[in-house]
């Protein structure tokens, strides 16, 4: 049997919304573990060589930090604005019920569109912090073996 178009862009806009979830959780465990691993990083500084100071040791840690900030920090885009009300000082008459299962279905496919864009930019700075901090670990590594005392 078919599916009806408004329940096809509801389960997808709940699979897009449990993805933003999870990419969510996800920086959130990275960002705590980043935070475990820099206390190591800061207190072997002596042993880099010499042309590695301090700051050029934590700037990885700050591009990757920024990255998953804006993987956590909520986007809610301007267009959509109709159905996708987020405001604080919302109105009763923001929230008209029409029963036109045409516009439903507009404002669905509009609210997926706004999920998946959304889900787009939180998956490329994820990625983004993930190979900042995978690169940066493996040169550390790399100057600490070469250069270590």
């Known amino acids: 049997m078919a599916q009806e178009p408004a329940e096809y862009f ?26 475990i691993v820099m206390g190591p990083v800061t207190g072997a500084h002596d042993k880099y060589p010499w042309f590695m100071p301090l700051p050029v040791l934590l700037a990885p840690f700050l591009a990757v930090f920024f990255c998953l900030f804006l ?12 159905n996708f009300i987020v405001s604080r000082t919302a109105k009763p008459e923001d929230f008209r019920f029409h029963d036109d299962a045409a516009y439903d279905v507009e404002q669905l496919r509009l609210r997926c569109a706004i999920l998946s864009d959304i889900l787009y930019w939180k998956t490329t700075c994820l990625q983004t912090s993930f190979v900042i901090c995978i690169s940066s670990v493996v040169v550390a590594a790399g100057l600490v073996a070469i250069y270590g005392h």
């Open 10 to 35: 509801r389960g997808l806009s709940a699979v897009y919304t449990d993805n933003i979830r999870a990419s969510d959780f996800k920086a959130n465990i990275v960002i705590f573990f980043l935070s």
């Open 71 to 82: 993987a956590i920090l909520p986007r809610y885009a301007r267009r959509g604005h109709e």
